[in-house]
């Protein structure tokens, strides 16, 4: 094959440069260290979590009591009253967000410090990762600042979860597996 123009000959650099680069690294790359968390586990059981949902119920308790008042108020109109439950809604959901968003960075962060404390590359949620991964969920409630017999407690309630959850597999008989292994169950 000829190549005549300058067209043609870039044409032809760009498609090797594009196989090969990629292909350059295959043997030099670091192996691959993954985790799984319990993320649900993590935000249900962050310290901050129970003092958020305290002051959300009590928030949602005031402001169910100045809908009933807004319903009872016959000087106002249907539309208004429906403005007004509309803004008391986006308030509850506004008092939410902040509530909860602080919670749930502070677990992206703590995830972030023992990912890179223990030197993992990746971190998935147990849901997401059918087979491997080492379950660093304890670690990451230490790092919240869970006590080490709360961590225990919920770690058992979760393996009864577990258990409660695996069956039997029909076509073998056999026990199911997590894909976790023993240690990190």
């Not at 577990?162 to 976790?180: F, L, M, W």
Request: charged letters at 30%; glycine letters at 6%.
């Amino acid at each position: 094959m000829k190549l005549n123009s300058w067209k043609q000959k870039a044409a032809v650099l760009v498609a090797l440069a594009a196989v090969t680069v990629p292909l350059s690294g295959c043997g030099t790359q670091a192996p691959q260290k993954v985790a799984v968390v319990d993320y649900q586990s993590l935000m249900a059981n962050h310290p901050d979590r129970k003092a958020a949902e305290e002051e959300m119920m009590k928030m949602y308790t005031d402001l169910q009591q100045k809908a009933m008042e807004q319903q009872n108020d016959q000087s106002m109109s249907q539309e208004d009253r429906m403005k007004k439950l509309n803004d008391l809604q986006q308030e509850l959901m506004t008092k939410e967000t902040n509530l909860f968003t602080p919670i749930k960075d502070d677990v992206d962060k703590k995830i972030d410090d023992v990912m890179k404390k223990k030197g993992y590359t990746s971190v998935f949620t147990k849901e997401a990762l059918v087979r491997g991964g080492d379950d660093i969920t304890g670690d990451v409630l230490r790092a919240e600042g869970v006590s080490e017999d709360e961590i225990s407690k919920i770690q058992a309630k979760e393996k009864q979860g577990d258990t409660a959850s695996s069956g039997q597999d029909e076509s073998s008989g056999q026990q199911e597996s997590s894909g976790q292994p023993d240690a990190a169950k």
